[in-house]
C-alpha cells in the first residue's frame, strides 16, 4: 500500500504485474483514480498530492489518470491547476454560483483528451 494515499494499487490478489486489456489489444492498460478534492458531507480535504503520486505509478504496462472531484473545494479555495496536474476535474456551477442547478464542467488535459474513445453509441 501507499503510505501517502494508503491506495493499494496491485492487482487484486497480490498477484504481480497489471491487468489485462478488456479489449484484448496490445499496449498499456488505462486505469482511473478518482478522488474528490474535499468531502461534500464531512467537509474533509484530501491532500492534492495524491494527484503526481497516483500518476507517478504509470508504467508502460499499466497507464494511470486522475479525475478530481472539486464540486466541493473550488467555492471555498482556489485550484492552481498549474501547480496540481489532475487528467481530469469535475466541477458544479451550482455550488460556485447558486445556480443554476445541474450544470456543471468536465475539464480535460490535452494529452487525456488524445486517449478518450468512444468505443459505442448509447444514452439519449
Known sequence: ????????????????????????????????????????????????????QIRAKSTHAAQWRVLLDAAAYVPTQPLDLREVSPDFVAMSFYKMFGYPTGLGALLVRTDAAEGLKKLFWGGG
Request: net charge negative; aromatic share 10%.
Open 1 to 52: 500500500q501507499d503510505e501517502e494515499c494508503g491506495v493499494d494499487l496491485t492487482r487484486p490478489g497480490g498477484r504481480d504485474g497489471p491487468l489485462p486489456r478488456l479489449d484484448g489489444e496490445p499496449g498499456p492498460a488505462h486505469n482511473l483514480f478518482a478522488f474528490p478534492a474535499e468531502d461534500n458531507f464531512a467537509g474533509v480535504k484530501y491532500p492534492l498530492r495524491w494527484i503526481q
